[in-house]
T-cell receptor, first 112, second 112 residues
Framework: AQSVAQPEDQVNVAEGNPLTVKCTYS??????LFWYVQYPNRGLQFLLK??????LVKGSYGFEAEFNKSQTSFHLKKPSALVSDSALYFC??????????FGTGTRLKVLA | DGGITQSPKYLFRKEGQNVTLSCEQN?????MYWYRQDPGQGLRLIYY???????QKGDIAEGYSVSREKKESFPLTVTSAQKNPTAFYLCASSMTGTQPQHFGDGTRLSIL
């Protein structure tokens, strides 16, 4: 069965520092991986996706993610965090029936 | 602007009552989804539909029902059989292929 794990419930980082939000996955076949962000009382917004190709994927708002097949990871990164990046982040994998499996979410807190 | 509209934003249910949450999209997407979000549990799939007049149960379908009579509409009914309905409900849609899901802004359901 396909699954996604986000091992950290919360990540704290100082403004201006690099941030990493971790995600590992378990899939059969090629993984289709996504990152989303959620602000309070809102729906999820798409940040970036990995389908195939380059292992470093660039997305919205300066975010990027590194796909590592050997470690089955898809960590979200940003070189310099902003206070406005504080939100709930979800990693997801899509299976061949177009079901999306989401991680439990990681709350990112950027401290001024 | 294209998007997904969920209504109402807040909904209250009395004991023994069925309530229906609306989800409409004008993105011409084939697939639509309903998720339930509880704190610390991420998103859990209730139902999804890939084409009109067809839908599949997700991981937590008990106590819920859906219909897909039109491509743009996918209403969710929370029945009285759902004993713990208090949650944030999110509707999403997507094309087939490798495109990401688009989300509405959710309906928060509470018990009176």
């Amino acid at each position: 069965a396909q699954s996604v794990a986000q091992p950290e419930d919360q990540v704290n980082v100082a403004e201006g520092n690099p941030l990493t939000v971790k995600c590992t996955y378990s899939v059969s076949g090629n993984p289709y991986l996504f990152w989303y962000v959620q602000y309070p009382n809102r729906g999820l917004q798409f940040l970036l996706k990995y389908i195939t190709g380059d292992n470093l994927v660039k997305g919205s708002y300066g975010f990027e993610a590194e796909f590592n097949k050997s470690q089955t990871s898809f960590h979200l990164k940003k070189p310099s965090a902003l206070v406005s990046d504080s939100a709930l982040y979800f990693c997801a994998v899509r299976d061949i029936t177009y079901k999306y499996i989401f991680g439990t979410g990681t709350r990112l807190k950027v401290l001024a | 602007d294209g998007g997904i509209t969920q209504s109402p934003k807040y909904l209250f249910r009395k004991e023994g009552q069925n309530v229906t949450l609306s989800c409409e999209q004008n993105l011409n997407h084939d697939a639509m989804y309903w998720y339930r979000q509880d704190p610390g549990q991420g998103l859990r799939l209730i139902y999804y539909s890939q084409i009109v007049n067809d839908f599949q149960k997700g991981d937590i379908a008990e106590g819920y029902s859906v219909s897909r009579e039109k491509k743009e509409s996918f209403p969710l009914t929370v029945t009285s059989a759902q004993k713990n309905p208090t949650a944030f409900y999110l509707c999403a849609s997507s094309m087939t292929g490798t495109q990401p899901q688009h989300f509405g802004d959710g309906t928060r359901l509470s018990i009176l």
